[in-house]
């Protein structure tokens, strides 16, 4: 039997394009705000973290063919994973670090990374939790789905912010360089970001996004970013 929907506030807003093909929902409060992205492509359509499980989110998925993947970035992005992939009946992909956290789900886990297909790779950035993970998008000059490992801060810039939660900071800083090691301006265009997208202003991703990360420095961060 499959889940009843949730009911919507009546303040509910639709899904919006960011790109082409690339949509964002409204944060979701089951997953303390968070902001889940669809990506449209021929090679099987991709969910990124959970949305609420509105029956007008679920009819926007279907109507654009369905669900083939959902990619959990980390733990606090689970929202309600079995019901979605109950009603939908799509693969689920964590990061093998988080994966307990779903027992009796058929999910299909990966180490350091794994190519969902010709365009679409999973990497792990451990650091705001011991799987996080982002999924990067070679098309649009590239644009990286960062879920809470990079997020805005109050001037719209994306950057690793230490929690009280923060699994482990020095991690998710060195994850950080690993991106900057991996990408170049060429091949990192966008960051979509899982989390404070309300910091972004009216803007609908970050752009600039290898240029404004290689501008962070990242020495001074890590001694003396405070606890939020």
């Known amino acids: 039997m499959c889940p009843l929907p949730e009911v919507p506030s009546p ?29 449209v492509g021929n ?10 499980l509105y029956q007008t989110n679920l009819d926007f998925l279907r109507s654009h063919g369905g669900v083939r993947w959902l990619f959990l970035t980390h733990r606090g992005a689970i929202g ?16 093998e670090q988080e994966a307990y956290l779903l027992p009796g789900l058929n999910v299909t886990t990966f180490g350091q990374a ?29 644009v990286l789905f960062s879920g809470r490992h990079l997020i805005p801060n109050q001037q719209g810039e994306p950057v690793p912010l230490r929690t009280a939660k923060t699994f482990h900071w020095s991690r998710q800083i060195k994850s950080l360089r690993s991106l900057l090691t991996n990408f170049t301006p060429e091949t990192l265009h966008y960051i979509c970001p899982g989390a404070n997208t309300g910091f972004l202003r009216g803007k ?24 939020l």
């Open 204 to 227: 609908r991703l970050i752009d600039q996004a290898y240029q404004r990360l290689a501008s962070l420095d990242l020495h001074t961060l890590i001694q003396t970013q405070s606890l």
């Open 114 to 142: 794994i190519a969902l297909n010709s365009t679409v790779q999973l990497i792990w950035t451990p650091g705001h939790s011991p799987g996080s993970s982002c999924l990067y998008h070679s098309d649009f000059g590239g």
């Open 80 to 95: 309600k994973t079995p019901e979605i992939q109950q009603t939908l009946s799509c693969e689920v992909l964590i990061q």
């Open 11 to 39: 303040t509910a807003k639709p899904p919006r394009a960011v790109l082409n093909n690339i949509f964002a929902f409204p944060p979701n409060r089951d997953t303390l705000g968070g902001t889940s992205y669809f990506i």
């Open 43 to 52: 090679e099987g359509n991709i969910l990124i973290d959970c949305p609420a």
